[in-house]
């Protein structure tokens, strides 16, 4: 970092010098005009002319379908308003087949243009309709629900619901989505970053969470493997996974509420220390399974698998929260 001294010509122009090497890098002559773009954070960004991002290329020759999915959904996360996939020998149908069903599975992607050998796809989602504080609580309440109606497909061995399950599990992906689509595009655009509203802190802190909260919902999709398998289990498995499920819910109501709320980091850390308490009843009702030499066993053992990621993922979200709660403390005391 260098330090320039800001100096006053006349009486209403302060003037500061640019580094010389920084200049000379980056073309800049005397009487050439900058571009100053002050921002929210107390940044201001110089630049030599407006940014204009173009679209990205991917030359996706010979690609299988899962790395051109993959490929698109990484384009959808690094924030790119537009982008083309490329093939010499051009697209067959498999590719297309794998690039349609990738963008249907991300909020507001499309495919925009199309020829044999280039796809065009396009972000229809404006900045200006996002608001990622309310895509963190909808996903809280997707991971929530998610949770719910896997326990309950799993007492009530409903496979309908469970079902119902898998596609809020997608749902809580493509939320996900979203958050970490404009959390990419603030790492290179500060006006993004004015426009949702944000300090780049709170945003880390909500696109933390919100993959937390979606893997949280991926995890509640294992809870109904047994339903799935048409595995009978007994009784007193299910009470307990339905007693666990119920203790990681609270955990993550509470998480969010000291994200979104707290000052008081000792609030998120009780939290934390519950998720510890949860972790070793989930191990311990793993050994009982697998001590219970019961055919139904393997199957219950990725109910616990699952019972286990959500709570990493409630203790993650719990951490977070403490560190969110700590910087608003710090803020408000003036230390």
């Not at 630049?47 to 204009?52: I, M, S």
């Not at 996706?60 to 490329?86: F, I, P, Q, W």
């Not at 997707?142 to 061995?157: I, N, R």
């Not at 009982?288 to 616990?304: E, H, I, K, Q, S």
């Amino acid at each position: 970092m260098e330090r320039r001294k800001v100096q006053q010509t006349g009486s209403s122009t302060f003037t500061i010098s640019l580094p010389k090497g920084w200049a000379c890098e980056h073309g800049i002559e005397p009487g050439m005009q900058l571009a100053l773009r002050p921002h929210d954070d107390g940044s201001l960004v110089i630049g030599t002319g407006d940014r204009h991002e173009g679209t990205p290329t991917v030359d996706l020759t010979g690609a299988s379908s899962d790395t051109v999915r993959r490929t698109v959904e990484a384009c959808y996360r690094l924030g790119y308003d537009r982008v083309a996939l490329v093939a010499t020998d051009g697209f067959d149908d498999e590719p297309r087949r794998a690039v349609s069903r990738a963008v249907n599975g991300l909020s507001g992607f499309e495919v925009v243009d199309e020829n044999e050998g280039r796809v065009t796809l396009g972000c229809l989602l404006a900045t200006s309709e996002v608001s990622i504080d309310r895509s963190v609580v909808q996903l809280q309440y997707v991971a929530l629900s998610t949770l719910g109606d896997a326990v309950s497909a799993l007492t009530a061995d409903d496979r309908d619901l469970a079902r119902h399950v898998a596609d809020r599990s997608e749902d809580a992906d493509r939320r996900a989505a979203v958050v970490g689509r404009y959390f990419e595009r603030t790492l290179r655009d500060h006006e993004t970053l004015d426009e949702l509203g944000l300090t780049r802190s709170t945003l880390v802190d909500y696109h933390v969470a919100a993959d937390q909260l979606g893997s949280i919902a991926a995890a509640a999709e294992s809870l109904t493997e047994p339903v799935q398998r048409d595995v009978d289990a007994p009784e007193e498995w299910t009470e307990t996974t339905k007693t666990l499920v119920h203790r990681i819910r609270s955990l993550v109501e509470d998480a969010v509420e000291v994200l979104f709320d707290g000052d008081d980091p000792s609030v998120a850390h009780d939290v934390r220390a519950r998720a510890a308490d949860v972790a070793d009843d989930v191990d311990a009702f793993d050994t009982r399974l697998y001590a219970a030499a019961d055919p139904a066993a393997p199957a219950f053992g990725v109910v616990t698998d699952g019972l286990a990621t959500a709570t990493r993922q409630a203790d993650g979200l719990a951490t977070r929260a403490a560190m969110a709660s700590l910087r608003r403390l710090v803020s408000r005391t003036g230390e």
